[in-house]
Nanobody, 134 residues
Framework: QVQLVESGGALVQPGGSLRLSCAAS????????IGWFRQAPGKEREGVLC????????HYADSVKGRFTISRDNAKSTVYLQMNSLNPEDTAVYYC???????????????????????????WGQGTQVTVSS
């Protein structure tokens, strides 16, 4: 059974840092792209970053360039989102998602979809809340 579990969300002050984790099970993480998305209250879900199966990353949101990075540890079946210089606009529920059916969708397996279309990611975690506030 495919499962993605996010953790690490918290209340943090502006300028602070957090590292989110996405623990994957039920599939071989090394073979698939994993994306991080976020959804703020009253806003649409937004792509943040994606990690391809090769370990390369693709930014989906210009607003996080230079502040957020994505990495993966395939041995631990975990993908991380390191968030630095957080600001109140980063407040959202953060989700990780796996693109497990890229080939069926006509896309190369393991490569990050671009642009970030949530529908290209077929398995989602339950989300973790990040609140940036003083």
């Amino acid at each position: 059974q495919v499962q993605l579990v996010e953790s690490g969300g918290a209340l943090v002050q502006p300028g602070g840092s957090l590292r989110l984790s996405c623990a994957a099970s039920g599939f071989t993480l090394a073979n698939y792209a994993i994306g991080w998305f976020r959804q703020a209250p009253g806003k649409e879900r937004e792509g943040v970053l994606c990690s391809s199966s090769s370990g390369s990353s693709k930014h989906y949101a210009d607003s996080v360039k230079g502040r957020f990075t994505i990495s993966r540890d395939n041995a631990k079946s975990t993908v991380y989102l390191q968030m630095n210089s957080l600001n109140p606009e980063d407040t959202a529920v953060y989700y990780c998602a796996a693109d497990l059916f890229a080939v069926q969708g006509g896309r190369p397996q393991g490569r990050c979809p671009f642009p970030a279309i949530a529908a290209d990611f077929d398995s989602w975690g339950q989300g973790t809340q990040v609140t940036v506030s003083s």
